[in-house]
């Protein structure tokens, strides 16, 4: 029964280790690769620790196991180390780990910079819209047409809901605030998360790789309908944006008559 | 000089209670209002085993939403016929309601008094060797202070007509914890919530300061710091922790409170600490303020994040006693373990910030947060390290607490390299709030303490009653618990990488997480064979304190003080006074062997013709 | 019109009485049930439950909406329950036990691309449903994967898929909507009370924002546009992302709701002067006997209930229908007038006259102000007495203040048209009455006006002076409310 319950600890790290080897191909992983240039980085530094952590995990676990395992297959009645400690392993256990968790830490630091401090952010991003979460859904609001993104409203504003588009290939500024709760953006796919906090508008940055569609949900519980808060980020050409915003701004002035049906029929 | 030490008498005696002149009690002050720290941490625990049944149930209905979204809940939907005419089947705020609550009973009324109420007040008197804690009457305040707040948050669920209780999550980030329109549960739930998690604070709080006064001023002759056991150091820092951390807490609870002031008198006048100008929530007049929302989340995390070690440390303490005396070794690095735990401890103050690496504070902070987060990481690998040392090379013994102590180090293992991630603001920034952060704590949480307190309570039940556990019972428990808890947990790492967020009643209204309803089928499953299995400890533990197998006062043969007094010890503790002569932890030590044993008592005084053990 | 024999039975199920087409797939689901409104439960419990001959309101309703997991649908209504009614042309046995059967639509209409069940509407195997294991959808050809228990004869009427927009719109309504609108629609789900502006409460069949004249129901492309784009500054959310089927689904159902509380509203008045339970204490103590009052209720069960019964479903179709149509619809005689501060200017003198009065609610600044937001109403529910709150209310007694028109926030929407709308209709079952008689060109300058005020510096300073428009307001008078339409 000794051994038993020893195997039992060499069984189950096995185990956990075999459902991470098996998840990606299951589906259980990220729910698709990183779809823009800092989320490559995130993802890079993801695998950087996953594999320290991996290590370490192996390392600990199936030490831990044998040591079991030592102990179970020990005589009966044979006499237990005695041993209060060694000094030598106590400083290469202390070195050891603080050098990496050092390194780890420093090689976070520069694509920190680059996602959150604004004096970093690419110098050719444009604002492209702004972004209110309300309960419960996102309000956005894009400028009219040749002008420029200002906190406040200005007539001729364009509005949308729950959909955001926004051109590939270029860093692009999202103008983040809430007009209730706090709220957090988060695109799964573009590895993007910033919470919108009451009483600021808060600037965010990414650039989309490919075109398509991605999710827009929301991390941080605003209440009842928090799970309700689906969106998508819709990513196109610059082009195909300025278009969508011309045909938006036709909607948004439609008058109801003949006339202007069959203008927007035309398109 | 050499007397006989009563704890070589292997069968204790049923006459014990007799000395000490304390005088006959009636019942009510004997196990009702008891001064006595025993019957003080053993009502902690008997409670605190009840809110885990209690917390445990929310958690499985949370768990049935997410198997079966939307679908009738057995049970908990038919209560009270909230649900009549859905037919059972819960609204949003009611599931908002359940994990808020599964949170904030698992934290305030399980975790955190099982371990410094029950254990902490149970054994530091007896490990340290004194009669009783410091201040008897705040003591025994400390427990009942827990009762008023075990009412309000009781309260808290039907004050808003019972579909809605406190939804804001354990954090209660404002401003939706604090404009009452802003949720459902925002109202009165949430004022009662906050005056319950005040009690919960004022409660801790006498409990920290009797210990601090108690391990300070009542040691025994001889126990010098460095021969009090592990446990004790855990909860000495603890202690320290919870004093300097809790008024944080309470004063943010009472600027929230204040905030609120319409909600418990009619009134329009409030402060707007957290509140800033021109919010619109659910229709109401735009707020007028200047406040920050952020502060709370700095305030509560100033609090919390140390909570996290107050949650933990005692049970890391306490961790290193048992698998010493199951392995017959001493403690590997026994200084080692104690640095390490006040580096935790100091630590612990200068990391809240991980917590908001995606709130929008200066990314500058974010840099400092992360580094202190690293760090943090490294006196816990070193206790790892430790534990794993004390386990090589002994003779170790397979029973209920040994299991659940490895148990504890692998789960512990897990949910400190899990939380490399969250460190690492880059990783995190995608990791926030998603399923991985659930997996972390639990593994930390449940995975960690709880396994941690299923050996102690096995590991102390005969010096609490008397009796022994049925180690058969325990065994079958400890199995299926850490299955149940690596098949619940385990997976919601996976659910976490593929993103998918906590708190959401139904996630997979979101294409990309419908393919993981399988999978969350397949962790309630387990979470429900966990939960079941808790009945086994509970039907082990109260059939054992009346029928278990009588035992002496060292069953375990361990070296500690509290094994020198009668089990159970009777008012008073000792019958003989204690006097320490060495550390705890002196198994299978020449000394020992000298006197045919592989344990050797700490009131035993130095064994004749051996080497004293001179170590550090 | 013409209709060959074998599609009389069609004829006779689509159009004459209780087409029962079960839309009772998954049904396990979701177990829950309808409520009956107060208006029903206030009547005399003999008008509520009838007798063994004669149903009451209670089973009237049910024999025509069933219950939720059992839905019915009737056929006349205009809902789109799902599923194509079909009829038998001829059956025949590949082997034997197996058995085909070719169906027929109506000229006009085409068979199902997919047929997972048939349901007999009419014939021996009437209400029996059995399932289809192969389908050729150009033939027409059906092999059943188990043989009904009676003979199938050539002629039978059965429905194809029967009612499935209905339970998915069902399955879809329980997972998004009713926490608020209630499984009933009545506007009270468990989440609906802590809501401000309450949910909407279907029952009335009035909804307030359409693109539809005053006197119409809204159309199913409002109903769309609500459930896509959300209300902003209420609860309701944009469920922007749903699939169109989807979208289809869950406002047919909203329509069935719909057209139940509408229904049994109306069977409520009917009954309600003469056999609630109020009218019966009263007649009671004005010397009626009881047994006098029982069998006048029995006649009038079995006979004007019974015709109104079924007239009052043609009358719910008829209008429901109405509201589809091009008639329904506003159309302005005129394109917007050119957004110019002359024509805001315009807007705004309209704004403050004295015959449209605007600000008489909204407030001279538009601040949603006006001397009508602190005036005590008269409820009408109670005779004589005032709503305990100043303000105005709407129909469901909810306190419904005039928009605070400088927020910028538009719940009908942003548009010109939805402006134009608000006004040439009005908010229906709220104090914002219509305005159909204005000019169009008039109508234009104050959605012009409207469409300026939040980007005024100094709202209401600009074009009019205040002592001026202070003149055109009429006094705050206490019961003056305009009667909603």
């Given at each position: 029964m000794k051994k038993f319950w020893a195997l039992f600890f060499f069984f189950w790290p096995t185990v956990a280790i075999i459902s991470c080897v098996i998840a990606p191909s299951r589906g259980w992983w990220f729910p698709s690769p990183p779809m823009s240039r800092t989320g490559v980085q995130i993802d890079g530094l993801f695998y950087l620790i996953l594999i320290i952590v991996t290590i370490t995990f192996v390392a600990t676990q199936y030490v831990l196991a044998y040591a079991l395992w030592k102990g179970a297959t020990k005589e009966s009645g044979s006499k237990a180390l005695f041993s209060h400690g060694s000094h030598k392993l106590e400083i290469i256990w202390t070195i050891v780990p603080s050098f990496i968790l050092v390194f780890i830490s420093l090689s976070q630091l520069d694509v920190l910079a680059e996602i959150r401090v604004i004096s970093k952010f690419p110098e050719k991003a444009t604002k492209v819209a702004e972004v209110t979460a309300r309960q419960f859904e996102w309000r956005i609001r894009y400028p009219k047409p040749g002008t420029e993104l200002t906190t406040v409203e200005n007539p001729g504003d364009l509005y949308y809901v729950n959909e955001l588009h926004v051109p590939t290939g270029k860093p692009v500024i999202i103008n983040l605030r809430t007009q209730d709760v706090q709220h957090a953006f988060f695109s799964p796919q573009l590895r993007v998360k910033q919470d919108a906090v009451p009483g600021l508008v808060i600037p965010i940055w990414f650039d989309v790789r490919e075109v398509g569609n991605y999710d827009l949900v929301c991390a941080e519980l605003c209440g009842w309908g928090h799970y309700k808060m689906k969106a998508r980020i819709v990513a196109q050409s610059q082009s195909s944006v300025d278009k969508y915003l011309k045909q938006l701004e036709a909607d948004q002035n439609a008058d109801g008559t003949k006339s202007e049906a069959a203008a927007s029929g035309d398109e | 000089m050499a007397t006989v030490s009563p704890a070589l008498d292997a069968h204790g005696h049923a006459d014990d209670h007799s000395h000490g002149g304390h005088h006959e009690q009636s019942f009510i002050s004997k196990y009702v209002f008891s001064l006595d720290h025993k019957i003080i941490g053993i009502q902690f625990l008997i409670t605190t085993l009840i809110m885990l049944m209690v917390g445990g149930a929310l958690a499985l209905a949370v768990r049935w939403q997410l198997a079966f979204p939307w679908e009738n809940m057995p049970v908990v939907g038919q209560l009270f016929g909230l649900f009549r005419t859905e037919g059972g089947q819960i609204s949003p705020e009611f599931y908002t309601m359940l994990f808020t609550m599964h949170a904030s009973v698992m934290i305030f009324l399980v975790i955190i008094p099982i371990l410094a109420g029950a254990f902490g007040n149970f054994l530091i008197p007896l490990q340290i060797g004194t009669d009783d804690m410091a201040f008897p009457a705040l003591n025994m305040m400390s427990y009942w202070f827990m009762w008023p707040a075990i009412a309000c948050f009781a309260c808290s669920f039907f004050v808003a007509g019972g579909t809605a209780g406190p939804g804001n999550g354990w954090t209660s980030y404002p401003l939706l914890s604090d404009l009452p329109q802003a949720a459902p549960s925002s109202g009165s739930p949430q004022t009662f919530w906050l005056i319950g998690l005040t009690l919960v604070g004022v409660s801790s709080m006498m409990g920290s300061v009797n210990y601090l006064t108690t391990i300070i001023n009542m040691r025994a002759p001889g126990m010098t710091l460095f021969r009090m056991p592990l446990t004790i150091w855990s909860m000495f820092i603890t202690a320290i922790l919870q004093a300097f951390a809790l008024p944080v807490l309470t004063a943010a609870g009472f600027m929230l409170v204040f905030d609120r002031l319409g909600t418990i008198f009619p009134t329009d006048i409030h402060s707007v600490f957290f509140i800033p100008a021109n919010i619109i929530v659910n229709n109401a007049a735009p707020t007028v303020g200047g406040g920050q929302p952020l502060l709370w989340q700095h305030l509560f995390w100033f609090y919390s994040h140390p909570a996290v070690y107050i949650m933990l440390l005692p049970a890391m303490g306490m961790v290193s006693d048992m698998l010493a005396c199951m392995s017959r070794k001493p403690v590997f690095g026994y200084k080692p373990m104690v640095y390490s735990m006040a580096a935790i401890a100091g630590l612990g103050f200068i990391v809240w910030g991980h917590h908001m690496f995606t709130s929008g504070m200066n990314p500058a902070l974010g840099m400092t947060f992360m580094t202190s987060t690293m760090m943090i990481a490294l006196p816990s690998a070193i206790k790892v390290f430790n534990w794993i040392g004390t386990i090589w090379g002994g003779d170790l013994k397979f029973n209920g607490v040994m299991l659940n102590c490895s148990g504890f180090v692998a789960m512990f293992i897990v949910g400190g390299l899990s939380g490399i991630f969250m460190a690492a603001v880059p990783v995190d920034i995608y990791f926030h709030d998603t399923y991985f952060i659930v997996a972390h704590f639990h593994y930390v949480l449940f995975g960690s303490t709880l396994f941690g307190v299923f050996a102690a309570i096995q590991f102390w039940f005969p010096k609490m009653f008397g009796r022994e556990m049925n180690d058969t019972v325990q065994r079958w428990h400890f199995a299926l618990s850490f299955i149940g808890f690596n098949c619940t947990f385990f997976p919601m790492h996976l659910l976490g990488i593929a993103g998918m967020p906590r708190r959401y009643a139904d996630p997979y209204l979101h294409g990309y997480l419908e393919h993981l309803l399988p999978m969350n089928r397949f962790i309630t499953i387990s979470a429900i064979l966990m939960g079941f299995a808790q009945f086994l400890l509970l039907g082990n533990f109260f059939y054992s304190m009346f029928r278990g197998k009588k035992v002496g006062r060292n069953p375990w043969n361990a070296n500690g003080l509290e094994w020198t007094a009668p089990s159970p010890p009777g008012h008073g503790n000792f019958d003989i006074a204690p006097v320490v002569y060495r550390g705890p932890y002196e198994y299978s030590s020449p000394e020992a062997e000298a006197i045919g044993q592989d344990f050797i008592l700490q009131t035993v005084p130095h064994v004749k013709g051996v080497a004293k053990i001179t170590h550090h | 019109m013409s209709l060959t024999p074998s599609l009389k039975p069609l004829a006779l199920a689509g159009f004459l009485s209780l087409a029962t087409v079960i839309a009772g797939c998954s049904d396990s689901a979701y177990q829950s049930s309808f409520v009956y409104s107060q208006g029903t439960l206030s009547l005399m419990r003999e008008a509520q439950d009838g007798t063994k001959e004669t149903p009451g309101v209670k089973k009237l309703l049910d024999d025509r909406f069933g219950d939720p997991q059992h839905l019915k649908a009737w056929g006349k209504l205009p809902v789109d329950f799902g599923g194509t009614l079909t009829s038998v042309e001829e059956v025949s046995e590949s082997e034997p036990g197996n058995k085909i059967i070719k169906l027929t639509v109506e000229e006009g209409k085409s068979l199902p691309m997919k047929a997972g069940s048939v349901k007999f509407v009419t014939g021996a195997c009437s209400g029996e449903s059995v399932q289809v294991s192969k389908w050729n959808a150009e033939t027409g050809e059906a092999t059943l994967a188990i043989a009904p228990s009676k003979e199938i004869a050539a002629g039978d009427a059965c429905a194809v898929d029967g009612g499935t927009v209905l339970s998915s719109g069902r399955m879809l309504y329980m997972r998004h909507?009713?926490?608020?609108?209630?499984t009933s629609g009545d506007?009270?789900?468990?989440?609906?009370?802590?809501?401000?502006?309450?949910?909407?409460?279907y029952r009335h069949g009035v909804f307030k924002f359409t693109s539809t004249n005053d006197m119409s129901k809204i159309s199913r492309d409002d109903l769309s546009r609500i459930v896509k784009y959300g209300i902003p500054g209420t609860y309701m959310p944009s469920f922007l992302l749903m699939k169109d089927d989807e979208h289809h689904a869950i406002i047919e159902y909203v329509r069935f709701l719909t057209l139940r509380g509408e229904y049994e509203r109306k069977l409520v008045a009917e009954l309600s002067s003469d056999f609630s339970e109020v009218a019966y204490d009263s007649r009671l103590k004005a010397g009626e006997k009881k047994p006098e009052i029982q069998s006048e209720l029995q006649e009038y069960l079995a006979e004007d209930l019974k015709e109104s019964a079924s007239t009052l479903g043609d009358e719910l179709a008829e209008i429901w229908s109405a509201a589809d149509t091009e008639e329904a619809a506003i159309v302005p005689s005129m394109p917007r007038v050119t957004d110019t501060p002359e024509s805001r200017r315009r807007g705004r003198e309209l704004y403050l006259s004295k015959t449209l009065n605007c600000a008489d609610c909204h407030g001279i600044d538009g601040a949603g102000n006006g001397p009508q937001t602190i005036a005590f109403e008269k409820?009408?529910?109670?005779?004589?007495e005032l709503y305990n709150e100043p303000g105005l209310h709407d129909i469901w007694d909810n306190l419904n203040q005039p928009?605070?028109?400088?927020?910028?926030?538009y719940r009908g929407g942003r548009r010109p048209i939805d402006l134009f709308s608000r006004i040439h209709a009005g908010i229906k079952g709220s104090r914002m009455p219509s305005f159909k008689n204005t000019p169009h060109e008039d109508i234009w300058h104050i959605v012009n006006y409207v469409l300026s005020i939040p980007f005024e510096s100094d709202p209401g300073a600009t074009a009019i002076a205040p002592s001026a428009a202070a003149e055109s307001v009429a006094a705050p008078a206490l019961v003056t409310a305009p009667t909603p339409k």
């Open positions: - | - | 909507c009713s926490h608020c609108h209630g506007g009270n789900g468990p989440t609906a009370r802590y809501l401000n502006p309450k949910p909407r409460d409820n009408p529910q109670k005779a004589n928009r605070n028109l400088q927020l910028g926030m």
